[in-house]
Structures are given as structure tokens and as C-alpha cells.
């Protein structure tokens, strides 16, 4: 093994001159860099430029240097079509022989008239869209009507569009399953069904986080797998987790924007992963080559260089960066679909000496190749590694250590932030766990600040989770709601996951009320239940004292006998009874997750005393007792655990449950908070 991690980033659409069956697809002359340049002559990109891409070919404005930091070179598509799904697969060594269907005239009406009849309601729309503008055109119409806004765009998508206090999230996620069913093969075939859910109301739309994909599955296993089956990471950020329908990925990160992406790539490489990190940048495609917007392109590719020296600077010495795309989206060409172009290859990392051409490789798949390589997996797929062409380049390279902040460093500078966003000094934390940020709409006098902007925060990653810190007022109490937590199988440290708890008590907060959504193990509970946490166990292999101790933070030893305050518990049965909500009390089990706990380990939590388990909370608990917080716990018993009925359990029941209880929910936290 060469590099300890590598870090692969697609710029969506970045194609670099068309390819020699380019007249196949209709695409002669596509240049989406070159015709770029052309268009816009003020197109400055020095950091992409230093690493090589004026090296690759001629480009006007974007001129060749004399020592390029990075290797180079360009990468043809092998696969038949020129889409999302397509170019990532070939990536990742899946060669694609029959191109997936797109609608550049919307669905037949033979598929929609199943559609309807499967699923009760009316269709409306049926053409290639953004999101937004669809909603802002048929918006208020859905809502009026009850019936769906059905959308696709260049890519291979049937894109399904409700409002959520129209139609339940459930029923919308029931219609994309049908859907599934209707195209995954024959002449309606469609790469991916997407939920898009929104709320708001007319000119003020938005698209909520309870997106949900469904991808047709790689046909055949892909480097991504292999490196899974290693024991490797392999991380997603953007829509790579979509794309591969998960297949081979460990942990996803979904993104807003390429800036959102830009993001949540820095904060992957501040963590200790071991294996790849692939990320996707789709604005380039989405906001710029479809709308044929060369200018607006510009802007972005522009961002994005001024952002690289972000990422760079966290390259380790033992890690690889590379940068390539996926296809060309010619934003001077005719029509608004993708164009059959050559991508760009560049290969940069600290322990690399000045670069050299990589030439012009046959497939995409080498990046692949290079990467199960560099990891000494075995591999007899299409593509072929460059890894030995990078090793000449080595030098001798001292690693250097670079000082990391300590934890206190790091609460002061997000206080500090903070201080300058929020109206006021908060006295209640709140965190709301899957499913449950609805509750942070009914703040008054609210200030929404996304996790992205606060320093050192990490992001949220699961569905259910929004990113978004909100300081506003609950019956008058001044709080601060964690709309979305951090999970230790999100791949984040311990200490990531709880510096929250202690930025709130910085802060001000005085009593935390940790919420979340928990599978129950006592038999009598039912889903929508709500129970009081009386104790916890840590099954989490995980505890955030363990190191070095700082007295500023708290004690060295705390006391854990009541890590959930009696005075809250007594406060929270007494306005469960004056509103007329059943209350469970119980124990929670904290587990580490991702996947779900088998039947055999759901017995032996009951026998050692556990009423629910969950996959958070028991972290964040420890550091609020840490800091002198007082700590009230609430679950919702979103399923019964594993075992327990005779059904397989999913995440999406978790939300739907939540989404049934979420007014019993707000009505018993809003009384709650006044007496604290």
C-alpha cells in the first residue's frame, strides 16, 4: 500500500473535449472547459492551473505551466451514454453496454396511467425541471389538487414532488416504491425514483431533508465493494450513496450545494478514515450545464479553485488527492443534455514530486484500478492502475504533525461565532433525534445557523437530521435546538459528536433535554410511545472523558448515579398528565450502529435491564453531566426491536412513526420548558 487515504472529487459535467464517438451521441465540437474559456476570457482558476489542467490540452485562457505540482492527463468513457450513473460506475470499474433511458420529453402517458391508477392520484408536470422551478410553476397547484408533480432532467430520473402537509411522507415514499417497480426494467426503465418532499407556502417553497432515493443497484460488484470486503472505508459525499444505491458504501454524506460539499469534504479529511473518500460536485451540471449558463459556470469553477487550497492543506503526507469529472455538460452546445467528452486526471499528493503526463488513458475505470492497487486488492476488472507511473515520483518527505486545537480552543472559537449570530443567551438545550427537527419550526423570534458555518461543528449526515443550530424562543424560554445530532457510525470522533453539549453550556445552558428516536425492547411498549429515560446503559465501546483532562471542562471523575434529573422526570409526568399523554419510563441502551441489533442481542438487553435501544444519546449525556448540566431524556419507540414482531426494520419506519407523533411530542416538550 502506497497512500493511507485517498480523496477523489468529481466535478460534475467538467468534460475536456469531445470524444472520438462523440458523433454518435450528437456532440461534435463539445468543449465544456474550452467553450468556457471562450466565453468567458476573465476565467481565472491559478490553483487548478498550478496543479496541471492547462497541461492536458490546449485550452485559450487556460495556459500550460512550465513545473505543474500534479500529474495529468485525461480519461475517455468506455460505457455506452454519457450520464450521472454511467460515468461514476465506469469510475469504479462497471462497464455499462446499454445506456440508461432518459426523457427529454417527460414519461409516456402509458407509464403515468399506471402510475395514477397504482397510487389514487392525478399526475402533473411530466417534463425536465430544476426542483425549484417546478415547485415555484406547480407548487401551488399540488397543493390545491393532491396530486403529484412528477419531473426528470437529463439524467435517468422520475423525480416526485409533494407537499408534506398535503400528502404524509409515507404515502409519497409508497408511490416511489411503485414506481420503482413500474421502470426498474423493459422500455420504461429509469436509473433512480426520488421523493422530494417539500414545505412552505407559495413563493416560498422549500425542499425539506426527507429526500429519498431509489437506485437501480450496480449490476456487478464495484471497486466501492471491494474495498468495503477489505475493510476499508469508503466514504460518500454529495450524491454518491444515491448513485451506487448504496452499494459499497460505508457512510454518506448528502450535500446542498458544491460550497455544502466543499464542506463536508473538509470535515471528512479532519477524520481518521482509512480507505476512500469520493466526492460529488453537482452544481457545475445541475445549476450551469443544463440551464446553458457558461458564465454562471465560470463563477463555480472559480469557487471551487479558491476553495482547494482548503482542501489540499489537509492532504496528509501518506494521502492522494484526485480530480477528475464524470462527462461533459457543453454549456455553449446545443439542447441541455450532457455531452461525450474526454474528463480530466489530475493526481496530486504531499509526498509526490513534480508532476508529469499522465497521457490520454482508455477508460475511466483506471482511476479504479489505481485505487484497489494502491491497496493490494486483488482485481481483475477493466482499467489499469497508474500507480507504478506515480512511483518514480516519490521523495523523501519528513511528516509533520501539524498542533491541533484542543477542545477548549475549539468550544471558544464556536462560541465565539456564535455570540455574534444569536440574539441572546440561551438557557435550555434541546436535541432533536430523528424525525423530530419539526418541533424547531414552532420556535418564535428564531435564528437558523447551519453547522457548515460554525467552527468545527461537523455536519449531520442521516436522514431525518438537518444541520442547523436554531436559537428562538419556546413558551418563552430562551433555547438553543440541535436540529439534527451527530452519530459515532457517521464515522465522527467522540469528541466531534459531543462538542455541541459543551459549546451549549459556554453558552449559557444550564438544563439539557436530549430526544430521540429509540426501538423498543420491553414488550408492552408500542410504536409511539413515549418514554422518560430513567438510566442508561453504554453498550458504545465509546466514552468522551477518556484522555487527557482539562479542569475547565469539569470533573475528572463525575458522579453518573442520576444522569437524568428526577426534578425533570417529576416535572415531565406532571404535564404528561394535565395534557393527556401516556408516558413510559424505562432504560435506554446505547449501541453503536449503523446496523440494526439481531433478535439474539435484543434478548440479552432485556435480561440486564434495557427497555429501548438506540444509536445516540449515552455520549452526549456523559459530557452534559461532565459539564453540570441537568439532563432530561425523552425516546420515541419509532419500531419494536429486532425480534420482537415478525418484520425486518427499516429507517423509514422510524420516520413515519415520527412523523405520527410529533404533535403529542411538541404539546408535551412546550409544557415542559416553561417550568424548567
Not at 508529469?356 to 477508460?363: F, P, Y
Not at 465565539?416 to 434541546?430: D, K, S, T
Request: proline letters at 6%; a negative charge.
Amino acid at each position: 500500500m502506497r497512500f493511507s487515504r485517498i480523496c477523489l472529487i468529481v466535478l460534475d459535467s467538467v468534460g475536456i473535449g469531445e470524444l472520438p464517438d462523440a458523433a454518435r451521441y450528437d456532440d461534435l465540437g463539445a468543449h465544456t472547459l474550452g467553450h468556457i474559456a471562450e466565453k468567458v476570457p476573465t476565467l481565472s482558476l491559478p490553483n487548478l492551473l498550478q496543479l496541471g489542467l492547462g497541461n492536458i490540452t490546449t485550452i485559450q485562457g487556460l495556459p500550460p505551466v512550465e513545473k505543474p505540482t500534479a500529474s495529468y492527463g485525461k480519461m475517455a468513457e468506455i460505457s455506452e451514454g454519457k450520464d450521472t450513473m454511467t460515468g461514476h460506475w465506469e469510475l469504479m470499474g462497471l462497464k455499462t453496454t446499454t445506456p440508461f433511458h432518459t426523457y427529454p420529453t417527460g414519461f409516456p402517458q402509458e407509464l403515468l396511467e399506471r402510475f395514477e391508477l397504482e397510487t389514487g392520484r392525478k399526475v402533473i408536470g411530466n417534463k425536465p425541471a430544476s426542483g425549484t422551478e417546478i415547485l415555484d410553476e406547480l407548487g401551488e397547484e399540488q397543493m390545491r389538487t393532491g396530486a403529484w408533480i412528477v419531473y426528470t432532467s437529463a439524467d435517468s430520473v422520475f423525480q416526485l414532488a409533494a407537499h408534506e402537509d398535503i400528502i404524509p411522507l409515507s404515502e409519497l415514499y409508497a408511490a416511489c416504491a411503485i414506481a420503482r417497480r413500474l421502470t426498474l426494467e423493459g422500455p420504461h426503465a429509469v436509473g433512480r425514483i426520488i421523493a422530494r418532499p417539500y414545505i412552505g407556502q407559495p413563493g416560498a417553497f422549500k425542499r425539506t431533508s426527507n429526500r429519498h432515493d431509489y437506485a437501480i443497484k450496480p449490476p456487478e460488484a464495484t471497486v466501492l465493494n471491494m474495498l468495503k470486503d477489505a475493510g476499508k472505508d469508503s466514504i460518500g459525499v454529495g450524491k454518491i450513496g444515491d448513485i451506487f444505491s448504496m452499494e459499497g458504501i460505508s457512510i454518506t454524506h448528502p450535500t446542498i450545494s458544491n460550497h455544502d460539499g466543499v464542506d463536508k469534504t473538509i470535515q471528512c479529511l479532519k477524520t481518521d478514515f482509512d480507505g476512500l473518500l469520493f466526492v460529488n460536485l453537482v452544481e457545475f451540471d445541475s445549476l450551469y450545464g443544463h440551464r446553458r449558463d457558461p458564465e454562471g459556470y465560470a463563477r463555480a469553477l472559480e469557487d471551487f479553485d479558491r476553495r482547494l487550497p482548503e482542501i489540499m492543506a489537509l492532504i496528509g503526507p501518506n494521502d492522494l488527492l484526485l480530480i477528475t469529472a464524470d462527462h461533459g455538460n457543453d454549456p455553449t452546445h446545443r439542447g441541455t443534455d450532457h455531452t461525450r467528452e474526454y474528463v480530466p486526471l489530475l493526481v496530486w499528493g504531499p509526498s509526490l514530486q513534480q508532476g508529469q503526463s499522465l497521457g490520454s488513458r482508455a477508460t475511466f475505470a483506471d482511476i479504479g484500478a489505481t485505487i484497489v492497487d494502491n491497496y493490494n486488492i486483488p482485481y481483475n476488472g477493466i482499467g489499469t492502475s497508474f500507480l507504478g507511473e506515480l512511483k518514480e515520483q516519490i521523495k523523501e518527505r519528513e511528516v509533520i504533525t501539524m498542533p491541533q486545537l484542543s477542545i477548549v480552543q475549539q468550544i471558544e472559537e464556536a462560541v465565539a461565532y456564535l455570540h455574534n449570530r444569536m440574539p441572546f443567551q440561551p438557557e435550555v438545550g434541546l436535541i432533536l433525534g430523528s424525525g423530530l427537527g419539526v418541533m424547531a419550526n414552532t420556535m418564535e423570534d428564531a435564528t437558523s445557523i447551519s453547522y457548515a458555518d460554525i467552527p468545527h461543528f461537523p455536519v449531520s449526515t442521516v436522514e431525518g437530521h438537518a444541520s442547523e443550530l436554531v436559537a428562538g424562543t419556546i413558551s418563552g424560554k430562551r433555547v438553543v435546538v440541535m436540529k439534527g445530532r451527530f452519530h459515532l457510525y457517521e464515522g465522527y470522533d467522540v469528541q466531534h459528536v459531543t462538542l455541541p453539549i459543551r459549546v451549549m453550556k459556554a453558552l449559557g445552558v444550564h438544563t439539557l433535554i436530549v430526544t430521540n428516536a429509540a426501538g423498543g425492547i420491553k414488550t408492552t411498549y408500542h410504536p409511539g410511545d413515549l418514554m422518560l429515560i430513567q438510566d442508561h446503559i453504554n453498550f458504545m465501546s465509546r466514552n468522551p472523558l477518556i484522555g487527557p483532562h482539562d479542569n475547565k471542562l469539569g470533573v475528572r471523575f463525575p458522579d453518573m448515579s442520576e444522569a437524568y434529573s428526577k426534578e425533570l422526570r417529576n416535572i415531565a409526568k406532571q404535564v404528561a398528565v394535565e395534557q393527556g399523554i401516556a408516558l413510559q419510563e424505562g432504560v435506554y441502551v446505547g449501541v453503536l450502529g449503523p446496523s440494526y441489533e439481531t433478535p439474539a442481542e435484543i434478548r440479552m438487553m432485556r435480561i440486564l435491564g434495557a427497555d429501548a435501544v438506540g444509536m445516540s444519546t449515552v455520549p452526549e449525556v456523559i459530557v452534559a453531566r461532565h459539564a453540570g448540566l441537568k439532563v432530561l431524556g425523552i425516546s420515541c419507540i419509532s419500531n419494536m426491536a429486532s425480534g420482537i414482531l415478525d418484520q425486518p426494520l427499516s429507517h423509514n419506519e422510524v420516520m413515519e412513526t415520527a412523523e405520527r407523533v410529533k404533535d403529542k411530542f411538541i404539546r408535551l416538550v412546550k409544557g415542559i420548558i416553561p417550568r424548567i
